[in-house]
């Protein structure tokens, strides 16, 4: 079966996942930084990004498992880059040089329509304008029986969550508090959308939660 997945998605203390006024200079947002910060030193994360050896302890181990059985993923438009609005013309291609760290096909959600771009090393970016339902249908065809994971940002895991179409979440949950910025949860009603948590680990510098979707609901 294949499922809908949210991994290693960090979140601040007081519910954000990303600082305000995202942009070339602030990708994460201002702040943002603060709440990745369980990510920077792992191992995965510096393989992806040419650093060194990086960390190997619960923190590494937990987000290379995010990696394991993806067969497409799912992305939001802001997550994808800082350009709004019309696309001005094809030279923006994702935060992630020539190699993204996808390696599957990836789609993302945007009302603004463009070609897709196929990538070293397996990504090919598909625009999709027609909607959460559609993304998921094309991901899931992508995917040939493996699983979808849904990148974010936080509008379009919001969305996923309204419509109850995730399966499972895990929250790097960071101690670290940023008043202002995208609130992943504010305003829903996770147990109404039938959502429960299920386990909690303390990693090196984040406290790792788990929610799945409650069986029936
Ligand atoms: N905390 C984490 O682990 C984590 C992970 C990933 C990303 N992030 C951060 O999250 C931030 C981005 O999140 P965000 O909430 O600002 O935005 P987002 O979810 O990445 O993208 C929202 C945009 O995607 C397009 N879109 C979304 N749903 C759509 C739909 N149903 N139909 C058509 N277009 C749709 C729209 O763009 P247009 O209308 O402009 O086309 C919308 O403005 C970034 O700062 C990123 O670094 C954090």
Redo the contacts with the bound molecule.
Sequence with gaps: MSNLRVL????SLDGF???PN?SLQ????EM?PE??EWAFPTRVFQKMHGGGDGETGVDNQIAEEGFKNMGAWI??????GPV??PWPDENWKGWWGDEPPYHVPTF?????ARKPIAMKGGTTFHF?????QS?LKQAKAAAGGMDVRL?????????YLTAGLIDDLHL?VRPVVLGRG?H?FQGLDLRALGYEGFKSVAGERANHVFLRKRAGA
């Design positions: 290693s998605f960090s979140v996942s990303a600082g995202q602030n990708p994460l947002g943002g709440i990745f992305l939001g438009r802001n997550m994808f709004r609005g993302v959600l945007t009302h603004h999709v304008t027609d909607g959460i993304a990148g974010g940002g936080v509008a379009t895991i919001r969305q790097a995208e992943l």
